[in-house]
């Protein structure tokens, strides 16, 4: 019964791999590319703030069936791996896009952060069947929300210090107590 019960449970409710709703993508930019075709890059957060997670769509003229895409994500530093992380697969320096996990239509990263602001470069090679086409586009990301890390960190663990102190003296305590205990054989 109680199977019947998930079973039914799993079939009422919306699909995971349903497409997002009109409402999360908030931007739009159309690249266009070296063979004249073009690429829809969508975004569900606008601006981009570094160290915010974000989804990103990309979408080719004439869909992705029978296509391959890359990006190389250039950092502002220049780095040319700069988005870092856990990807299914990296040709090089690009990463081959995947689709996305709630719009199966469509290449997509999902939550996904800038770690730096800064004009990041997102560098495009759609392969397919015509052939290889090229496109790049700049995204500016600013500065992180919220306070900088380090007075985060600090307002963040400013509660366990006093744990730390405790800690701290009981292993001094400790030691000390060892240090002046002589062995003894009780054999």
Known sequence: MAAVAVVALFAASPAAAAPPLPGEIVHTETVRMSDQSAITVSFTRWPIRALESLDFTFEPTGGIAGRTGLVTTVAPNGDRRGLKGIFLQRRGDSIVLPRHPRARQVWGLDVVAMPEEGTWRFEFAVEGPGGTSTGVLPIQAIAPPGP??????????????????LLIGGWRRGRRIRQSARPTWSG
Do not use: E, G, R
């Open 148 to 165: 900088p890390l380090p007075l985060s960190w600090t307002i963040a663990l400013a509660p366990w210090a006093p744990v730390a102190l």
